[in-house]
């Protein structure tokens, strides 16, 4: 009996099983195409788990022989490496096809298509699957509250048990767990996310394999990636909505009819990723054609929500696919290098409502990120709200809006020029100021320079500040109390609001008289109308 074996047959450890059980007779051959066993090494190479696990299965095959259950032939010219990384798709399996119709042999895969393509040629084909066993699943290793697994070489199980920002670390077990175990995980988790609806094998590199086993994201590295074998399993705990983060009606009414530049912020852990779950289901309810970019893809959204990842590796190439289904909203999950702000950008443009995530420590640095990336002006038709996460709520909303104004610590008009304000959406104060200052774009926190007790007697106060004005030959002064020095004040003649200014260190704003702030209030005064000003 004479069976040709492909690759998939080898790395999913079936053929030794099927010939110890006897079921493919006796007096077995077993040819092993030269292009089968390039394909393995070069697996092998680049740290790919199926490469290991063909490996240990060549090494079976030969135990077998010098037991005497078998023949091992070798047959077909090697190809290179290189030729193994460069072949389209399909070449190889076809060179694997013309070995078997060559020696009038069957051939033994566990590929799908290729039983197919061996059927359409009128070649012998025997499709082997996996007999269902029990075995331990990288599930058995969750408690009902754990968070994620982590599972190392000669080290002990450990388990984040709590909710995020409120988790311990836990041991699952005392003895350590050992190379074998791991292989033998890897070797389920791989099968499963074969042949497991809504499973993929996302990445799959040189001393890393990143694996979406329905809702657990599972991360294997061995050497040289990583000193040790290592398996990193994490699983969303809750599925929420948006009304669990008791959102206020005037962030609703942003989100549903004003915000379409949204990046969700926060620190590994967070909860971004469960809050942008909730927001694109928000989305869905509320009638809109919904997308995820994702990779992996981890988010747990309703079937109605379509979830995309890299087209062969690109981002880029996933976006021009989107554009064509026509979205109302995309969750852009995650952030991190440049192509990604750029296609961010390039989506927004395009009238596309985005939602992306990325990771920051503080609200301000979401915003950061796209300094450089992209032009400063266009910043604020990008991104127009920021929602930064902590310990899974919603700790503080930024708004952005591009206006002209000097900025907050100058005083002379002429220093006027477009500013990127970052305010507070709830109480809508000012907390940033975004702008470039000869070649450099600088980010300048709008801090309030007093004293605690000289704050609180203000704060004590009306809002009203107390002011002299001053006409000069060239300026007009502005005198404050010197507990006002370094705040922001809202300038008014009678009740008409002017503009908003700061304070300096002396307690005055100057503003020279031929600049355009200075025309402004000399217009005013002339007219009798009085300069009053309001705490910022």
Known sequence: MKYVVDTSVLVGSGVTKEIEAGKLGDNVEVIIPQVVLAEIEYQANMAKATGFHGLEELKKLRQLEKEGKLKVLIVGERPTLQQVRLAPGGELDNLIRREAEKHSATLLTSDIIQAAMCEAEGIKVILLREEKKERRKIQDYFFEDSLSIHLKEDVPPMTKRGTPGDWKLEKISEKPITRKELEELVAQIIEEAKSTPRSFIEIDEEGATVVQLREYRIAITRPPFSERMEITAVRPLLKVTLDDYAPSEKLKRRLREEAEGILIAGRPGAGKSTFASALAEFYQKQGKIVKTLEKPRDLQVSPEITQYTALRGDMERTADVLLLVRPDYCIYDELRKTKDFQVFADLRFAGVGLVGVVHASKPIDAIQRFIGRVELGLICRIVDTVIFIEDGKVEQVLSLNMTVKVPTGMTEADLARPVIEVRDFETEELQYEIYTFGEQTVVVPILRHVRRSSRRKIEEKEVKAPVDVEVRKKHVVLSFPEEYAGMNVDVYADEKYLFT????????????????????????????????????
């Open 501 to 536: 200014l700061r304070v300096n260190e002396a307690g005055k704003i100057k503003l020279r008289r031929n600049t355009s702030y200075g025309e402004i209030i000399l217009k005013e005064i002339e007219e009798g109308k009085r300069v009053s000003c309001k705490i910022r």
